[in-house]
């Protein structure tokens, strides 16, 4: 008798897999104090509800607590705060006017999601402005129209306030640890070589350089190059690039590096990490070829730079080029968004939405009724993840979260008892938010609950409506956001492979051409490496829906990985040629560039991938030849679907 395969899919198991992250033990802090003290001081002058309201002001800043930097913690809080603001006024001026406040909120709901594709920072803006509106329309607030944005402004700057006590202490701190940990990686990288865990090695280098060009450049911007500490980090992390750039051809090479490189590198990264600036004493192994040439001289050069302690700024460059002035990128974002269609089709579903849920509510009595909208507005968030994968997520996690709440109301009397759950609830949402969406509403969900029962004590009468309420608003997103805007594969990712291909394309042709800034050089091969790491989490999320998504994602990756060798091997070629190889001829290069603009071509038209006749030959021996075989199999890597 054959057993009956009770095995779950391949993609839901991918949705539930917790997500491997250390615990912000600081941030956990500070959202236990945030949230539990509001609450404390509003029942001890008697007007918990005034309390409840700044503590779902802390909540939002909670959320928004992710950023290392000190100046990054104000912009991830302090602007999203403004904007909760104007929308918890915006909804409370036409709470309880029908079909006024449907077009209200629906207006806010095109505005939120077109501004929601300009960035991190103004993604959440756009989050808050649309969830305090749906908030302020669906509930009665206390005391004048002014004071619940106060309040709940209030609660979310106590979580700043918090978040920047020791800026003061340690000024720079988060940045200098970031160019260390990208220093470590690096070591990683470089004892990685030669063995299986190199691809995995290589993007940990790519995240934490991201990361770490992030946070320096940040600053330096606003600084504009005149903090001698920025300047020294920026000169760190550059001086990092030809380590890393040298790591592709030492893994080509298929041997493992001597055990005194990736120790160097270690040491390198405590002197960043402490600031040290004296003597750094190498002990390297003997070059003794081309690769070994070009790691010895980029690991010298790192000590150098690492040990220099003033560093003019005059010749530095920003390997990603330095931002432009804030009021220059408000403008220039603020024209994207205006003129860019994926703004406007975006923006128009989550319009659509919760349309479709303020309709539905005005028509059909819900007691909650706001939580519908609420619920479209956090599943429906694209470049937080897969919208399919974010609603079942939701759903799930509301329920787990439900069961916490329904011992508390149930359970804990009302009163001073509150602000000890609220002390052991709060820090849940820090420390599991990292491990996935689902953990997160899990963590959220009875916290919510809590404080809309002190506004309004319904107790466990609260508990039917959430759950009816969450699973209308994950209906609605996936029929209106989701099923409606049928963005096949090949729109969504495949476009975005195909530019990176070409852009690879361009890469070899700059790495062995006469380019005169070597520095742009460098600036397109980090670029391209971010492009790439982009790409991978949009195969990563696209893994994580049913099919035909997520099969067409696994048929693609092989690609994916692919086109990340083609670039390791241009890499490896350039620093074997800079370091005594001889240079590839004209013919080669121009061969290489068109058999990857072929293929980009052809991923632009293929909804499917199919195999591709390859012909690629060259010279014995050539420099170019790694790099060719890398072509070729990204070129045949698919079969036919």
Known sequence: MSRIGLTPPDWLIRNLQPQQSPVNWAAVARASTAMTLPLAIGLSVDQPEYGALASMGALSGVIGDTADAYRMRILNIAVPQLFGAVGITLGSLVYGHGWT???????VALVSGMISTIGAVASVSGLLLLLNSVVGAGLPMPGDWWLAPLLMTGGGLLVLLLALLAWPLRSGVPE?????????????????????????????????????????LARRARHHGRSPELTRLLAQLNAITPVVEAAPAAHLSGEPLAPEIPETVRHLARAVETGYTGPIGLSLPVPLSETARAVDHALRHAAEVVAVPDVDPRGIDDRLGRPAALGVRAARAARNVALSAASWRYGLRLALCIGLAQALVSLVPVPRSYWVALTITFVLKPDFGSVFSRALLRALGTVAGLVVAAAVLSQVPRGGWDVLVMLLLAPLIPALTPRGYGYQTAAITPVILLLSDVLNHQGTALLMPRLLDSLMGCGIALVAGYLLWPESWHTRVGDRLADAVADTARYVESAFGTAPDPAARARMRRRLYRDLSVIRTEFQRALTEPPPTGRRAAAWWPLVVAVERIVDAT?????????????????????????????????????????????????AGSVLEPLRQEVAAARAVAQPV
């Open 571 to 619: 890499t490896a070629a350039r620093v074997r040629v800079r370091h005594g190889a001889p240079a590839p001829s004209t013919a080669e290069v121009q061969q290489v560039a068109l058999q990857l603009r072929e293929l980009a071509e052809g991923l632009r038209e293929a909804e499917v991938l199919y195999a591709v006749r390859t012909d690629l030959t060259g010279p």
């Open 101 to 107: 406040a449907v077009v209200a909120v629906t207006c």
């Open 176 to 216: 200098r640890t970031a160019v260390a940990a990208t220093y470590r990686t690096v070591a990683d990288l470089m004892a990685a070589c030669g063995r299986a865990e190199y691809d995995e090695a290589r993007r940990a280098v790519t995240q934490s350089l991201n990361q770490s060009y992030d946070l320096v």
